[in-house]
T-cell receptor
Framework: DADVTQTPRNRITKTGKRIMLECSQT?????MYWYRQDPGLGLRLIYY???????NKGEISDGYSVSRQAQAKFSLSLESAIPNQTALYFC???????????FGSGTRLTVV | KNEVEQSPQNLTAQEGEFITINCSYS?????LHWLQQHPGGGIVSLFM???GKKKHGRLIATINIQEKHSSLHITASHPRDSAVYIC??????????????FGQGTILTVHP
């Protein structure tokens, strides 16, 4: 099994729908992140969590929310999906010092 | 926020050639990450380094903290090295607590 597992791998959804992307990890890391990747823009931070009770906005959090259900689980929700949220989404984990960075396989989301 | 510039954006090489990818950043840091993204989209952490040089197989990463510059070298390149190589630094400078700012990536294609 992968150290960081994202589900689903691919998703097509309609404008206005609520969608949840899930991430689980077996690394034992406290720190978890959600990034978004768009062509030409690189990876950008949406939300991050340094432990179960700590949730922080990243640089592009508008239109997104997250839930840290347990140390190993960090989910990302789009409350009302819009087409410009079409992107590749990555969950990642790291240890306290920022090392051991591990990415999930990504979720390709298309909003039509 | 730390700004990250990678060069070149695209690189084409013949099998066996020595490859160099460069990364410059604007705010002093204590560590830098090099990542590899395969055509299928998955991202793998190659190196996290804070000084000097690290080597793993045919990959070598160097960093000059004073000049705010890092290089990734690939010796005896092979078609399987074809991927996007991404440099990342702590997004507010300083120590690497996990929140990263990413370069736009260098697309490497190695022809047989």
């Amino acid at each position: 099994d992968a150290d960081v597992t994202q589900t689903p791998r691919n998703r097509i959804t309609k404008t206005g729908k609520r969608i949840m992307l899930e991430c689980s990890q077996t690394k034992g890391h406290d720190r978890m992140y959600w990034y978004r990747q768009d062509p030409g823009l690189g990876l950008r931070l949406i939300y991050y969590s340094f432990d179960v009770k700590d949730i922080n906005k990243g640089e592009i959090s508008d239109g997104y929310s997250v839930s840290r259900q347990a140390q190993a689980k960090f989910s990302l929700s789009l409350e009302s999906a819009i087409p410009n949220q079409t992107a590749l989404y990555f969950c990642a984990t790291s240890d306290f010092a920022g090392s051991g960075y591990t990415f999930g396989s990504g979720t390709r989301l298309t909003v039509v | 926020k730390n700004e990250v510039e990678q060069s070149p954006q695209n690189l084409t090489a013949q099998e066996g050639e020595f490859i160099t990818i460069n990364c410059s950043y604007s705010v002093g840091i204590s560590a830098l990450h090099w990542l590899q993204q395969h055509p299928g989209g998955g991202i793998v952490s190659l190196f996290m380094l804070s000084s000097g040089k690290k080597k793993h197989g045919r990959l070598i990463a160097t960093i000059n903290i004073q000049e705010k510059h890092s290089s990734l070298h690939i010796t005896a390149s092979h078609p399987r090295d074809s991927a996007v190589y991404i440099c990342a630094v702590p997004n507010a400078g300083g120590t690497s607590y996990g929140k990263l700012t990413f370069g736009q990536g260098t697309i490497l294609t190695v022809h047989p």
